[in-house]
């Protein structure tokens, strides 16, 4: 069977994908294309809260366990901005593009000993019937001056790793699935999976 994601963005189906189905021997399924799904308001103000909103709500309708990755960029200098609101950090429906000229505006003039930020993801498990169960992973680096790199989605452009002296999208997606904030959610996910259920 498949193990359902209550995402619609495609870039987390593809790496839950590569990180889980193989450790599973399943797929992982997005909501893309799902009938039934309603409009999911991510109005909580953690990860936690919108993670665990994302995949109750997807499991209560389809009845069955269902997961949801709630995840963004918090920036030191912006005192944890823009945290959960990365996807709109740049107003209502901004694209990446968007979002990473924003960043790059509210870190002008910032010198690059104070452009510390982290990844975070949050993946919340919800099975009906039981309590849910959330896990973080987080990534730290430092926020670029320009973008650079094809790689990854979002803000890996401008997500510089000082030891790799390259940004995430450059670094490209055999070094995401290792090291990234969704690799390192995606180990304890496991953990619990395994433990806990017969996945
Ligand atoms: P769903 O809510 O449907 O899952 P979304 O894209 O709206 O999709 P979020 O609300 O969790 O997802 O927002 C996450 C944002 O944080 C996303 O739009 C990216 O800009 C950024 N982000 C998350 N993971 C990232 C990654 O691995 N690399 C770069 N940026 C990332």
């Given at each position: 069977?498949?193990?359902?994601?209550?995402t619609?963005?495609?870039?987390?189906?593809?790496?839950?994908?590569?990180l889980?189905?193989g450790?599973?021997?399943?797929r992982?399924?997005g909501?893309?294309?799902?009938?039934?799904?309603?409009?999911?308001?991510?109005?909580?103000?953690?990860?936690?809260g919108?993670a665990?909103?994302?995949?109750e709500?997807?499991?209560?309708?389809?009845n069955?366990?269902?997961?949801a990755?709630d995840?963004?960029?918090?920036?030191?200098a912006?005192?944890g901005?823009?945290?959960?609101?990365?996807?709109r950090?740049?107003?209502?429906?901004a694209?990446?593009?968007?979002n990473n000229?924003?960043?790059?505006?509210?870190?002008?003039?910032?010198?690059?000993?104070?452009r510390?930020?982290?990844?975070?993801c949050?993946?919340a498990?919800?099975?009906?019937?039981?309590?849910t169960?959330v896990?973080?992973?987080?990534?730290?680096g430092?926020?670029?001056v320009?973008?650079?790199?094809?790689?990854?989605?979002?803000?890996d452009?401008?997500?510089?790793?000082?030891?790799r002296?390259?940004?995430?999208?450059?670094?490209?997606?055999?070094?995401?699935r290792r090291?990234s904030?969704?690799?390192?959610?995606s180990?304890?996910?496991?953990?619990?999976l395994?433990?806990r259920?017969?996945?």
């Amino acid at each position: 069977t498949d193990l359902v994601i209550a995402t619609r963005n495609d870039h987390k189906v593809a790496e839950l994908d590569t990180l889980l189905s193989g450790e599973l021997g399943l797929r992982v399924l997005g909501l893309k294309g799902m009938e039934g799904i309603p409009e999911i308001v991510e109005d909580r103000d953690t990860f936690e809260g919108n993670a665990v909103k994302k995949a109750e709500t997807v499991a209560g309708v389809l009845n069955r366990p269902v997961v949801a990755d709630d995840s963004g960029l918090a920036v030191d200098a912006l005192n944890g901005d823009p945290g959960v609101y990365s996807a709109r950090f740049a107003g209502p429906g901004a694209t990446d593009a968007q979002n990473n000229a924003k960043l790059l505006q509210a870190l002008q003039g910032v010198p690059e000993s104070r452009r510390n930020a982290s990844f975070i993801c949050v993946i919340a498990l919800a099975v009906p019937g039981e309590e849910t169960r959330v896990v973080r992973g987080e990534c730290t680096g430092r926020i670029a001056v320009s973008p650079r790199g094809e790689h990854g989605f979002g803000y890996d452009p401008l997500f510089f790793l000082p030891d790799r002296g390259v940004t995430m999208a450059e670094a490209g997606p055999e070094v995401k699935r290792r090291i990234s904030h969704r690799a390192r959610a995606s180990v304890k996910l496991l953990q619990l999976l395994r433990e806990r259920y017969d996945f």
